[in-house]
Every structure is written in structure tokens, then in C-alpha cells.
């Protein structure tokens, strides 16, 4: 280990954090390899390390002779302090050698509030922060994940993006960089060709043009770069890569677990959901690969719980048989078994009790609005009796915490439907007292976490602005006033938090100088609380010429160019449209196994979805 | 049941992972090494997994006790080698043994404390364990609330050695360990800094044995 930092690591906190050498952590000869990845997740290594996604590319990319992906995460403000004063650039776990040293350096982008923390780390590692400005091939910048279907307010860092799933990907931008580097090819060299692949995004090769009142003018391809860019779509996920090893980080993480994603898209079609429309079409994997993969994950690391994860696990078709399956071994093995994001409405007594025998903790639900015409709004099809019902199972089967999810701010909401979200709080407390036989001395706690809904890109509410701060302010005091009962508790998500969220997700390119701006202003580690310097975004903003609430707050109309309209996610704007008009007359629209309601998500998938 | 006390040597950077995390870290290694564990009972059942004393963060060990419980007994190499065809990086199983001592019977800890010269002298530092105040502020309990109590540092040092014939300043000394008492070489050298009113920081700490109170290796 470097001796440098071997002087400070006894200084910071957690130091486990910088080291490397954890278990299943990968090191090769780094003469051995043609390139050299290095995997940034710009946040916390405790988040970065709970991260599926990382898990799959590093371990992906490590299964090439070829290659060797190391990881690298934004060292917390006490490292980057002791970092920068004793001249130590930011470096990858596995080997310690600097990130300026590698071929390619990949970000994943999870959320709009990191994107401050990508140009420090860049800025750490020695790299200058936009893309015109790193004139050679290596380090090659680039960037994929959710924030990808929009990525234009990072346009000017990165040198490329991956849209979609990046499994396969991944490996043809691989080979095509080899054979660049060995010709010796200069960077836009590479860059044409890059573009030229499906999936892969070259915001250099796009002219942007805006009108007068601030709207996009039109976006015009350049150096043969395609007019629309396709994310890519992994048909068969029985046969793609996963992993059979994970990094078991020392420290404890926020998922420290075997996680399995036991399929990708989601049935439902909440309107406010970007999750789903960005992971269609829906592809299953059968019960037979995902029971082998975490006998052997299980194996490989220790770990003793599995997480099947997904957006809405209990929608997964064989999801009976996959209990079955590891319900076979796991008790044996002292393996627990947790299925986060059941939904609801078909949240069986029979699924339960099989849950229950596993392991029992706070059940959580997310009815998302208060009133049954909100919930038809946004297209979230339960009803307060299904609520209701379950949370009897539920407190029949032992619970007595149940948290529920709720949003604030959304499209056509009145006074009626904040005061709903307290009112059902209420019915789910009075059905723990109705219970006959309900435990002796022990009280129910529901709490209730109003979230603030932030309009997203490629969801039918992308036309839609979003409720103003002091819209939010109102609608939290209103809740807060309509909720009495000590055994309901309520947290709120903050404002300012949510409103620069709204901005840069809808955002356009002309935010990268305000990201810029901030991030000189010492803005890093914006989705944390006790970092996150609102004063200083909106300076940044006024900086800039820009305002904020263009962003956030103003209607587009279905005609206006919205600036990520060259990008394709599979599902079309005209779903998304009729979709949005659905809304506004507060129409359901059926779950994908009931009707197919022609998203267009499954063109990607040979006309096909497993439902 | 049966107990075995495992020796495990904790060296390089591994030595900045926690106690805590440490832990959490066997216990996860003695899943993987398929060996036949007993697990407590209750709703979350674990392996069962003793760490006998904390090595402190930052310091390395050559023979840190921690046993583990069996159901059937199984040869003490086999155990060894399964376990060491697991661990991370930088941890190995020394040795494993039925356990000869009962835990209580910690009383010391023998450390080697590498310092640069360019940080200290000889002279300096024989100066200051010599002095008889040493002290330095340690976290304790006063009922349930956490205090901080001003320990004389100086009393408890039970022996120490100081060569400079290396490269490097290497003290060897023997300080209090256990359930009751602990002061480690790092708050040791903090004492230290703080009569010489600079940052003196050891590079390598290494505890190297802990000791019974008649100062036999404890077994
Ligand atoms: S159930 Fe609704 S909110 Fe949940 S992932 Fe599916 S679409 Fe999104
Ligand atoms: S194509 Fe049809 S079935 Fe497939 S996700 Fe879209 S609406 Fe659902």
C-alpha cells in the first residue's frame, strides 16, 4: 500500500472504505490486459457498494482476459481533504493506481443529485472536468444508468453514453476500443465509430439549437451520428451474464446481501414511474437460473440473506415456484429470504406465511396518493379495501410496523387528496385495533413518508410541471395538520432536495455550466442533507442566466422539442401522450398481463413480453 | 459442541477494518468454509463466533484468539486449511487448538511499535516513557454515559524495550489487555505526542501475543 496513504488513513473515518482487498475483489497483472476500466459510482462507497449494477459490469468485465475493471468511489469530504493536502490523486481500489492512468473511466449516473460528485472525482483524479478538454483517446469518459435517458445536463463531461441495459454493450464498446487504441486512433476517430454502435450516445456529435423562448429548436446529428440513438434491450436474461461472485465489502453497507433480479420491466404502468417505462419491455428469468445463481452467489461470499429484487417482485409469474425452489435449501443453509417491492394488490396470505416463516420485519407499502380518483390519476390500480385488507393479513400475521409511501405534488392534486393520505393512515391504524385478538400492550406504528413527485422523462407526467416549493410547503403543513394521531408518523422529503432534482432531470444542456458553477462553489454530495447548499445552487443559476424553475415548473405542450427527443427508450411518445390525456380524465389503464396497452417498449424485444 | 480457538495473523491493509467489522467478516468466513458450525437458536440463527480481545483499528496481529463453535469435531488441520482457503486477503489461520485458557485470562498485550526517525529520536522517546506523566484521554463509562477520564499512561506500562539499530525505532512494550483494563500502543504513542507537542504516529503496530497474567502466552 502506498506509504502516503497509509499516513492517513488513520485520520479519516472508516478507513475500510479505501483500502481495497476485499473478498472476491479482483486483482490482475496489469501488463496482462489490453484495457484498464475503472468503475466510478459517484457517491459513498457504503451506497456504491449496495449497487446491483456495479456488481454485474465489474464482474463482466473482469470475466475477460483482456480487461481488468477496478472501482472507485467519492471519498468522503474528510479523505478528499487529507487527499488533496498530501497530493493524492483519486485512485481505483484493486490496484491504488490512479484513475488517470486507465483507458476508460465509467460512471454510473443513479440520480440527478451526484452529478456534482462526477466532475470532483474527475477533478480529483487530475482530469479536466469537460469532454472538449481531454484531447486524447485515454482516459475515455463515459456514462450509463437511469439518468442516461436524459443525460444532457452532463452532456459537455462525458464523451459518451450507454443507454439501456449494458450487459451486452459493454463488451462491443470493449472490443471497439481495443482495436482503436491499437491502431493508435485519436479520440473523435474513436468517437465516430463508438457512435455508429447501437446503444452508445455522443453528445459531441449533436448541435443543439434553442428558440427564443428557451425551448429546444431542433437537435441536428453530426460526423455520421445516427438521428436517433436506441437503448439496448438484453433479450434472454436466462443466458446473459451474471455474476456467481460479489465484492463483500468489510464495512457495513446499506445492502450488504445477495441481491438477484429476478426480471426487468414492470406490468403496472404507474404514470409517475420512470423506473418502469425506462426497463421495458418485460423480460423474465425462470426460477431453474435464478435459484442456481444464488446457491452459488450464497456460496461464493457468506452472505446470509438473498434479496430478490425487481420493480414489483410479487408480478413475477413463477414467483410461487421460486420460493419453493430456495425454500428447499435455505433454511438449511440459514439463508433468509427478502422480497422487497411487493405491491399490494396481490400480496397473498399464502405468499406471507411463506415469507413469514423465513424472517419478520416491518412490512412496507406504497399506495403513493391518498384518494381512490388521485391513485387513478397516476394509474396505481389498489383500492383502499385491498389496503386495508392486507394490512389485516398482515397485522393477523404478527406485524404491528407498517410503513406506507405516499407523494406530494402531483398532477390534479387538491386539498382533498392531502387530507386523504392521513385519512388512510388513520384506517390502517383503526384495523390493528379492530383486530379481535390483537397482541396484548403492543401499539401499532404506521409512518408515513410523503415524498414530492418529480416529473421525469419518458413517463406520461414528462409534459407535466412540477408543484412549486411553495406549492410543496403548502401541501406538507396541510398534511401535517389533517394527521393527529400519535400512532401515525410522518416524515417529509426536503423541497429544495426535489426541486433541483425536477430541474435536472427535464433539464437541457445549458445546465452543465451551472453544474460547473456549483460544483466550484464547493457543491458535492448534494443528495446527502447535511451537504447539500441550496444558497449556492441558485447562485449558481443567477450565475448562469438560467432559471430553475423553467426547468421544473413549466407545462410543455405535446408539440415542444424536449431535449432528450432524439433518445429512444422503446416506449413512444404517443402512448406517453394518450397516456398523460388518460390522467386528466382520471382513467386506469389495465396491467400488461390483463391487456397489452401498446407502450411500443416491446419493438426492442422482437415484438415480445413476458407477462 | 465443541470450541476451537482459531489463531488468526491480521497483516497489511486489513488491519484498517474494524473490530465490528471483523466480525461480521468471520462469521461470514466460517459460512464459506463449510465446516460443521453450530448456529444459536432464535429467529435469526448465526454461527457462533468469539472474538476473544479487539485488536485496535489501524494495528496488526500475529495471534489474535477467536473461538469457534462445532457439532462434530473434525481434525484441527482440516479446519485450518478450509478456513484459510477462504479468508481475505491478509488474514491467515496461525494454528487451531482446543482452548487451553479460559478468556478472562487476558491480562496483557505485547506489541511491536515501529516509528520513523525522521518523527522521533531514541533519546526522545526513552525520555518520555521514562517520565513517569504520560497521559491521555480514553473513553469510559460513568453508569450508562459515555465520559472521557484522564488515564496516567506511564503506571501501566509493564515493560518496553527500545532499539534503534534498524531502519526504523522499534519499541517493544507490554501493556495491560482484557476484559477489564486495555491501553493500547496507540494511545499510548498519542501520550507520547502530546508531551512532545507534535504528531508522532507509528507506521506499524503490531500486537504480537497476548499474554496471561503471569506474562505465559496465552493458549
Ligand atoms: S408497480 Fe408502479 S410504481 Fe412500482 S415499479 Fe411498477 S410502475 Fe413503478
Ligand atoms: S408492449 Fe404491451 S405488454 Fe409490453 S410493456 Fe408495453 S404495454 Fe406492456
Redesign the pocket.
Known sequence: MDKKLEKILPLVQKPARYTGGELNSVVKDKNAVDIRFAFCFPDSYEIGMSHLGIKILYSLINARQDAWCERVFAPWPDMEAQMRDNGIPLYALESGDPVAAFDIVGFTLQYELCYTNVLNMLDLAGLPVRSKDRKTLFPLVVGGGPCACNPEPMADFFDLFMLGDGEEVTNELLDLYKAHKRKGSSKTEFLRDASKLPGIYVPAFYDVAYQEDGTVGAIVPKEGAPEKIVKRVVRDLDRVFYPDSFVVPFIDVVFDRVTHEIFR?C?R?CRFCQACFLS???REKTPETINEQCKALCRNTGYDEISLCSLSSSDYSHIEELLSRLLDWTPDEKVNIALPSLRVDNFSDELLQKLTGVRKSGLTFAPEAGTQRMRDVINKNVTEEELLETARVAFAGGYSAVKLYFMLGLPTETPEDVQGIAALARRVVDEYYAMPDKPKGRGVSVSVSASNFVPKPFTPFQWEPQATREELKEKQTLLLHSCPSKKVNISFHDIDTSFLEGVFARGDRRLSDVIETAWKQGCIFDSWNDHFKFDKWMESFAACGLSPEFYANRRRDYGETLPWDHLDYG?SKGYLERENEKAKRAETTAN?KIK???????KLNGGH?D? | MYDVRIRLSKRGRIKFVSHLDMFRLMQRAVRRADIPLWYTEGFNPHPYVSYLLALPLGVEGLSEPIDIRLVEEMPAEEVQARLNAVLPEGLRVESVAAPFHKPAEIAFGRYEVFLDKSDISKEELTEALECGELTCEKSGKSGHKKIMKTVNVSEHIRRYAVDDAGEQIKLEVVLPAGSTFNLNPLQLMEAVSARLGRRVYPPLTVRTALLCADESEFR
Open positions: 420491466g406490468i404502468g421495458r419491455p418485460i416506449v400488461c397489452c396497452a401498446g407502450c411500443g417498449a416491446n413480453c407477462v
